[in-house]
């Protein structure tokens, strides 16, 4: 089970980093590039949650997102996946730095079947610095 830890920096305010992190809105796609038009579906929304599908036609996962803006953290729960396993998720810790922010990334990814094996362990050998770069691209990109 892969637990990887990165922390990254954006010039977004913390205010915009936690809006981006929790925009589920078409535009999603255009910040991260796992995810397509095609294979984003919110089942539900409330003030400091959502449930959410997203990925895209290689890998998806429906996920139970909550969020409190005044901490700065958003989880993310794995509930179903082609590849990943129920439990599995993200934490962000979201902090400003300067007139921009850091954000302390916690992935959790523990593999459904073959393939979700077979991924988690190539995420071992390189899961930080695709993180550590898809965390950056999307919180740098202005949408």
Do not use: C
């Amino acid at each position: 089970m892969p637990v990887l830890h990165v922390s990254v920096t954006s010039p977004l305010p913390p205010s915009e980093a936690l809006r981006r992190l929790t925009d589920f809105s078409p535009s999603r796609a255009d910040n991260w590039a796992g995810v397509d038009d095609n294979n984003l579906t919110v089942h539900g929304r409330g003030d400091d949650w959502a449930e959410v599908t997203e990925g895209n036609k290689i890998a998806w996962e429906r996920e139970r997102y909550t969020w409190d803006a005044v901490a700065g953290t958003v989880s993310a729960v794995t509930l179903n996946s082609n590849i990943w396993a129920p439990g599995s998720g993200w934490n962000y810790t979201i902090m400003p730095d300067g007139i921009g922010s850091r954000v302390e990334v916690t992935a959790v990814r523990n593999g459904n079947g073959i393939k979700g094996k077979l991924v988690g362990a190539l995420l071992s050998l390189v899961g930080q610095r695709v993180i550590s770069s898809s965390t950056t691209a999307a919180l740098t990109t202005r949408s």
